[in-house]
């Protein structure tokens, strides 16, 4: 079965720049989304179609991909960003939906 | 404001069922595709499945592990989301969220199966 593969953690300084990635089969065909979840908290989209940043999240989340991989990229990540990030796309079929296992950053 | 809040959630016996609902409110519910994704306590997010929209058929995808024993369906007059549950199994504990397009998230139900 298709699976979108992630980092289970990456670890960033406060202002230096994270980068998580996500591959997967599909991704040169199918959107990429992604998501910021904190402890106890419904998920939250930080970005959509691989590279759109929604109105109320912070500049400093930026989305991209190329390939097979996807990449969620923090410029200046803040200790405020810390929380378990997840991808999320669709096989090539369009039919079925997955998300990586996710990451979990520590800004520190 | 967009609002998704969830119901039904509780605790079942292996083997048993459940119905969960999901009233949406401040987006056009009828044109969204709609989803149900859970989460397994200390665990990452799976998705469940999701229903389209009637416009493009109001057809059905479910995840391979739910496949068969869960059904999706929507009811558009009442803003409504529905998940049926059927031969719940204990790894199907989890809180199940309903999910309106790719970016508006109800908190989430949490269903426990015991054995």
């Known amino acids: 079965s298709y699976e979108l593969t992630q980092p289970p953690s990456v670890s960033v300084s406060p202002g230096q720049t994270a980068k998580i990635t996500c591959s997967g089969d599909?991704?040169?065909?199918?959107?990429a989304y992604w998501y910021q979840q904190k402890s106890g908290q419904a998920p939250v989209l930080v970005i959509y179609?691989?590279?759109k940043r929604p109105s109320e999240i912070p500049e400093r989340f930026s989305g991209s991909s190329s390939g097979t991989m996807a990449t969620l990229t923090l410029s200046g990540a803040q200790v405020e960003d810390e929380g378990d990030y997840y991808c999320?796309?669709?096989?090539?079929?369009?039919?079925?939906?997955?998300f990586g296992g996710g990451t979990k950053l520590t800004v520190l | 404001e967009v609002q998704l809040v969830e119901s039904g959630g509780g605790l079942v016996k292996s083997g048993g069922s459940l119905r969960l609902s999901c009233v949406a409110s401040?987006?056009?519910?009828?044109?969204?595709?709609m989803s149900w994704v859970r989460q397994a306590p200390g665990k990452g997010l799976e998705w469940v499945g999701r229903?389209?929209?009637?416009?493009?058929?109001?057809?059905?995808d479910y995840g391979a592990p739910v496949k068969g024993r869960f059904t999706i369906s929507r009811d558009d007059s009442k803003n409504t989301l529905f998940l049926q549950m059927n031969s719940l199994k204990t790894e199907d504990t989890a809180v199940y969220y309903c999910?309106?397009?790719?970016?508006?998230w109800g908190q989430g139900t949490l269903v426990t199966v015991s054995s």
């Open positions: 179609e691989d590279s």
């Open positions: 599909a991704l040169p065909k199918k959107y």
């Open positions: 229903v389209k929209s009637k416009s493009d058929g109001a057809t059905t």
């Open positions: 401040g987006f056009n519910f009828i044109n969204a595709w």
């Open positions: 999320f796309s669709a096989d090539s079929s369009g039919d079925h939906s997955m």
């Open positions: 999910v309106g397009g790719v970016d508006a």
